[in-house]
């Protein structure tokens, strides 16, 4: 199970389910940022002593970053069934081990970029599935957690990204963050920067580079398993995970 980190940097949202601990009656917290605020002041002020450990305090909520492709939406295969159509290939997924989509069908970067945008104009973008499990395990981690996207999408594809998400995830997270890697047209953030920008205690991620970029000593980061993610040196901060199921039960 991972934790907040330390007394001198949680962000919690306090809010204890029946379901979990139905002893425990907090304060009408809501949703705060409590910074500077230990785990000891928040015990005290509830009288929660001899009910909930610190150490589960501090697990119930955390501030959870999550990419979109390939961990909330099957956006690779939807890719495919575009490009398969349109310019008459037979490709499938299993023939990707790299997201450099123009090593596997050819051309040039700039030209696989231009066929990710006019995919994304496409009929076949809002078609996206979700990733097996996404949305069963969001809706679980919004309970007791702060879920903020951070895509490496352009901010380009902004309005039919946030129209996806409101489709199979209304009323989830907190922010989006777009960080243009996958365009020349914006400007590019370093998904590790919006991580330190909001806190981020665990980062469920599948580019092994964006995870390494997100480690700071204490953040943890979920990797889910692809061919283009491989390594067997992965530090101890990043844990591999194969399925949501897996992935909530290194988390609640």
């Known amino acids: 199970m991972f ?42 002020q509830n009288n929660l002593s001899g009910l909930v450990s610190q150490e589960q305090l501090q697990s119930i909520c955390m501030n959870i970053a999550i990419d979109i492709d390939e961990v909330l939406a099957q956006f690779l295969q939807a890719v495919i069934d575009y490009h398969n159509n349109t310019y008459n ?6 023939q990707f081990h790299t997201y450099h989509f ?3 069908w050819g051309g ?18 809002p078609k996206i599935k979700p990733v097996e499990g996404a949305q069963e395990a969001i809706q679980i981690l919004n309970q007791n957690h702060t879920l903020t996207v951070i895509t490496a999408r352009p901010e380009t594809m902004e309005k039919e990204t946030r129209l ?11 922010q989006i963050f777009f960080t243009n890697h996958w365009t020349d047209e914006c400007e590019t953030r370093s998904k590790g920067d919006i991580c330190n920008l909001v806190n981020a205690d665990l980062l469920i991620e599948d580019n092994l580079d964006y995870a390494h970029d997100c480690l700071n000593g204490k ?26 199921s897996e992935a909530l039960e290194h988390i609640e």
Do not use: M
């Open 3 to 44: 934790y907040c980190g330390g007394e001198d940097r949680i962000r919690t949202c306090v809010s204890f389910h029946s379901t979990r601990f139905p002893s425990v009656r907090l304060k009408p917290l809501g949703h705060l940022s409590l910074d500077g605020t230990s785990v000891s002041q928040i015990f005290n």
């Open 89 to 94: 290939t037979n490709l499938t997924t299993d």
């Open 102 to 104: 123009w090593d596997t």
């Open 108 to 125: 040039t970067r700039q030209e696989a970029i231009d066929k990710v945008a006019d995919f994304a104009r496409s009929d076949y973008f």
């Open 164 to 174: 996806w998400l409101n489709t199979y995830f209304p009323k989830t997270f907190d």
């Open 219 to 244: 953040r943890k980061v979920l990797l889910f398993n692809h061919p283009w993610n491989q390594s067997d040196d992965l530090p101890d901060s990043i844990t591999g995970v194969q399925s949501w």
